[in-house]
C-alpha cells in the first residue's frame, strides 16, 4: 500500500493536498469554509497522524489506515462523510448536526 504524506506532491501546479485544502477552505471563505475548517482540526487534534489527501475532481479526504472523512463542497452544501469514531468525534464537537435516514 502506499501511503502519502500530507506534503506529497498531488494536487495541479505541485501543490500537496495540505495547500490545496487550505486554498478550498480561502476560496469559500463563509459557513462551507469556517466548518470545513473546523472539521479539519478536530480531526488533527483527535489523529496528529493523519493522512491529507486531495481526491476525486477536489475532495479533501483525511485517512489513517482508511478513510477518516471527506469534506465535499457543493453550492450551498459541506457534506462530511465519515466512519466510526471520526463520525462521532464531528457529532460530539458539533460540528454538524446528525442526520438519521
Known amino acids: 500500500m502506499n501511503k502519502r504524506k500530507s506534503g ?4 495541479k501546479g505541485g501543490d500537496s493536498p495540505s495547500q490545496l485544502i487550505d486554498a478550498r477552505i480561502t476560496e469559500l471563505s463563509e459557513w462551507r469554509g469556517e466548518t470545513l475548517a473546523r472539521v479539519r482540526i478536530l480531526i488533527k487534534q483527535d489523529d496528529p497522524e493523519v493522512v491529507e489527501e ?3 475532481r477536489g475532495v479533501p479526504v483525511w ?3 482508511g ?3 471527506t469534506g465535499e463542497t457543493y453550492k450551498s452544501v459541506l ?3 465519515s466512519v466510526g469514531s471520526a ?4 457529532t460530539e464537537k458539533a460540528v454538524l448536526p446528525v442526520r438519521d435516514k
Open 8 to 11: 506529497s506532491k498531488e494536487g
Open 54 to 56: 486531495w481526491k476525486w
Open 63 to 65: 485517512s489513517h489506515a
Open 67 to 69: 478513510i477518516i472523512c
Open 79 to 81: 457534506r462530511t462523510r
Open 87 to 90: 463520525r462521532r468525534l464531528i
